[in-house]
């Protein structure tokens, strides 16, 4: 009676456990190849070697779409003994047309792949001749690229090239001086990953996943991504309502749909699982499903302060 209730037990926790996953594909991100002609990184006595590299940004990037709760996700552990259980070396699930493969190993419904290509950090010493003390600036600049392949059709879903640069500015910014007074090229290179990884991520789920209205009222929507994904208080998107759904006539297979841009929304607040915005533009015509892009900021030159002053010729 007792081993009954046990296995009556266990089978009720998998059961309630699965359904937490309902719906949600699984996505694999396998180790991201460093490229063959970088070096190790060496600021300041800081050795920073590939396997640092490709580990702590797979890390990162798995972390990301972990807590954009719309995937299942593949532990990194068991993706690494599903790779050695089957003695997939570096040249075989890394060579291109392979990712099928080894997402239908992995059981995955979709895979991440990509390659680090720069890693750089200069280092700046100022004198600062009130206090005699030395003050160092540090800079960084990150390139990778990655594509996301559909398991199923062996399609590639999204592919792109990113390069992530951190300024000593911007850590200024963000960064308190109390906290930062005692950083290394590791805390430099931590942000720096953690910010990759969010665009990473953010162009994974928009590939997967784009971001769409769960609820419309007056100016205000309800949109289904929320804190932890990328979305931040101030962010404008475009909104664009999905129209007819497009087949191809001979297979049969979705190509995409119809889309119509309708309006713009700014974030105004982000939730644990949704964040709320009000409609800038539009108003009326954004409709629920309706998907939402985020807008590109373009910097403006600043125009002479006075005329330039040439010579005649």
């Known amino acids: 009676m007792k081993k009954f209730l ?43 070697t590939r396997q640092v590299m490709e580990r702590e940004f797979s890390n990162q990037l798995i972390e990301f779409l972990v807590k954009s709760r719309k995937f299942k996700v593949l532990n990194r552990t068991d993706i690494q003994r599903i790779i050695a259980e089957n003695r997939l070396t570096d040249s075989i699930w890394a060579k291109p047309g392979q990712e099928q493969m080894v997402g239908k190993l992995l059981v995955a419904d979709y895979l ?28 960084g600049t990150f390139k990778f690229q990655f594509k996301i392949t559909a ?20 850590v200024r910014r963000i960064i308190p001086i109390a906290e930062r007074r005692n950083w290394t090229l590791s805390d430099y290179k931590d942000l720096l990953f953690k910010r990759a990884a969010t665009k990473a991520g953010n162009e994974i789920l928009a590939g997967i996943y784009p971001i769409k ?32 759904v497009v087949t191809d006539p001979d297979t049969g297979e979705v190509l995409g749909a119809s889309e119509e841009e309708v309006g713009t929304i700014v974030i105004s607040a982000v939730n644990p699982k949704f ?14 499903g309706a998907i939402c892009r985020k807008q590109k900021t373009v910097k403006e030159t600043a125009a002479p302060a006075y005329p330039r002053a040439t010579p005649g010729w």
């Open 6 to 48: 046990l296995l009556f037990l266990v089978s009720m926790m998998c059961l309630v456990s699965g359904s937490a996953f309902a719906g949600k594909p699984t996505i694999a991100v396998l180790p991201f190849q460093v490229n063959p002609f970088m070096r190790t990184i060496t600021v300041n006595n800081v050795l920073i």
């Open 112 to 139: 991440v792949t990509g390659t680090l290509n720069r890693l750089e950090f200069v280092t700046r010493r100022q004198n600062i001749a009130i206090t005699n003390e030395v003050s160092r600036r540090t800079s």
């Open 151 to 170: 398991i199923k059709s062996g399609k590639v879903v999204s592919a792109e090239q990113i390069i992530e640069r951190l300024t000593s500015s911007e």
């Open 213 to 244: 209205v769960a609820s419309t009222k007056g100016t205000s929507v309800m949109l289904n991504r929320g804190k932890g994904a990328g979305i931040v208080v101030g962010q404008s998107y475009t909104v664009f309502n999905q129209g007819e």
């Open 275 to 288: 964040s709320n915005g009000t409609i800038t533009k539009g108003k009326g015509n954004v409709k629920t």
